[in-house]
């Protein structure tokens, strides 16, 4: 069975960092473009940051550059998503997706993600909540 389960979310103040971790069961990640997505309630879903299985470029929203760094260890089967200087504004629940040979660019992995969701995606997380609040 195909899965992705997200960790690592929690609350805290802001200027303070967390690392999001994804693992993945049923399919090796070495082989899928990643994606980090939030959505918060009412709003639309939006892509955080994306990694290549092919050549390991990344592409980040313009919010979290500098902040976020998106990474994978193959070895464990498991992304992450390390956030440093959180703001109250990344507050949100933070979703992995991961899809083979569907986009054409790790920006496109993004934007298709980031408007089809699991519907698109060949797997999808749960979510993990972060609130960034004093």
């Known amino acids: 069975q195909v899965q992705l389960v997200e960790s690592g979310g929690g609350l805290v103040q802001p200027g303070e960092s967390l690392r999001l971790s994804c693992v993945a069961s049923?399919?090796?990640?070495?082989?899928?473009?990643i994606g980090w997505f939030r959505q918060d309630p009412g709003k639309e879903r939006e892509a955080i940051s994306c990694?290549?299985?092919?050549?390991?470029?990344?592409y980040s929203a313009d919010s979290v550059i500098g902040r976020f760094t998106i990474s994978r260890d193959n070895s464990k089967n498991t992304v992450y998503l390390q956030m440093n200087n959180l703001k109250p504004e990344d507050t949100g629940v933070y979703y992995c997706?991961?899809?083979?040979?569907?986009?054409?660019?790790?920006?496109?992995?993004?934007?298709?993600?980031?408007?089809?969701?699991?519907?698109?995606?060949?797997?999808w997380g749960q979510g993990t909540l972060v609130t960034v609040s004093s």
């Open positions: 049923g399919f090796s990640l070495e082989y899928y473009d």
């Open positions: 997706g991961a899809s083979k040979g569907l986009f054409s660019s790790v920006q496109d992995t993004c934007v298709g993600g980031a408007i089809g969701g699991p519907q698109l995606l060949d797997a």
């Open positions: 990694a290549s299985s092919s050549d390991g470029s990344t």
